[in-house]
């Protein structure tokens, strides 16, 4: 099989995900149109260009041994920089789809700030979510063209994509609580970021068992995003204001 047809053949496998995610959000009943989804998954694909950038820059640091080298390379070089640049795309997304209009803060008054709604968090979680899976799109196409052993591909695509979406879900809804709630913005980013490492780390590891662990830290982290999507996110009491659409 040529190079081109296993660069197609990963690209449509790759697929698979995305559309499920999308019947999922239909069958679930989440207001989320056909456009606001494209749009995400291109947001979080057009993440992936920034994210090489800044990692084609920081492969010039001083920190080149130990221990210190594999905690810079995995956490700091490989997963902060991926997180970040999702957030951007994201943050930009936002802004011009007119996510940070007035529809989706509450202004709690007597001079307090304004509140973002549950229901904000909760779609900006979902719509992370589909940005981890358009990044995850064009990891895996550049996986495709970079190595020969298709079982390789498509062992690391089942890996990538629950890994990137989880991730995406956490930054997602970060972008949005930065308004208010920049602490806890800031904590998701690191929670985001924390998973993505430890996953890098544990996939280069030589044993089986630790590429066993890294995919069970990416399902995992996956499933949680999932449950918080379903479920609701009420980690602080104003965040269930105006619970309405």
């Known amino acids: 099989m040529s190079g081109s047809w296993i660069i197609l053949l990963i690209i449509l496998v790759s697929s698979i995900?995305?559309?499920?995610?999308?019947?999922?959000?239909?069958?679930?009943k989440y207001q989320f149109s056909i456009v606001w989804f494209l749009f995400a998954l291109l947001a979080g694909a057009a993440a992936f260009i920034p994210a090489l950038i800044l990692q084609d820059i920081l492969t010039f640091s001083s920190v080149t041994q130990g221990r210190m080298a594999l905690l810079y390379e995995f956490f700091i070089r490989i997963a902060f920089t991926e997180e970040i640049s999702r957030l951007l795309m994201l943050i930009i997304f936002y802004f011009v789809a007119?996510?940070?209009?007035?529809?989706?803060?509450?202004k709690t008054g007597d001079g307090l700030p304004?509140?973002?709604?549950?229901n904000s968090v909760k779609k900006g979680m979902a719509t992370g979510l589909i940005a981890g899976l358009g990044f995850a799109l064009l990891e895996s196409a550049r996986y495709a063209s970079s190595s020969v052993d298709p079982g390789i591909l498509l062992l690391r695509i089942f890996f990538t994509f629950p890994l990137h979406a989880a991730c995406g879900s956490r930054v997602g809804a970060a972008a949005v609580l930065f308004r208010a709630f920049p602490?806890?913005?800031?904590?998701?980013?690191?929670?985001a970021t924390a998973i993505h490492g430890v996953y890098n780390f544990l996939l280069e590891l030589p044993f089986g068992?630790?590429?066993?662990?890294?995919f069970l830290?990416?399902?995992s982290a996956?499933?949680?995003?999932?449950?918080?999507?379903?479920?609701?996110?009420?980690?602080n009491p104003a965040l269930d204001k105006n619970d309405e659409n």
């Open 183 to 191: 602490i806890q913005a800031i904590l998701r980013i690191i929670t």
């Open 217 to 219: 830290i990416a399902v």
């Open 17 to 28: 995900p995305v559309i499920a995610v999308y019947f999922w959000f239909r069958i679930a």
């Open 209 to 214: 068992i630790s590429a066993i662990a890294a």
């Open 114 to 118: 304004e509140v973002t709604t549950f």
């Open 222 to 235: 996956f499933f949680t995003a999932i449950i918080s999507i379903k479920g609701g996110w009420n980690d």
């Open 98 to 106: 007119g996510f940070f209009s007035k529809q989706n803060v509450d």
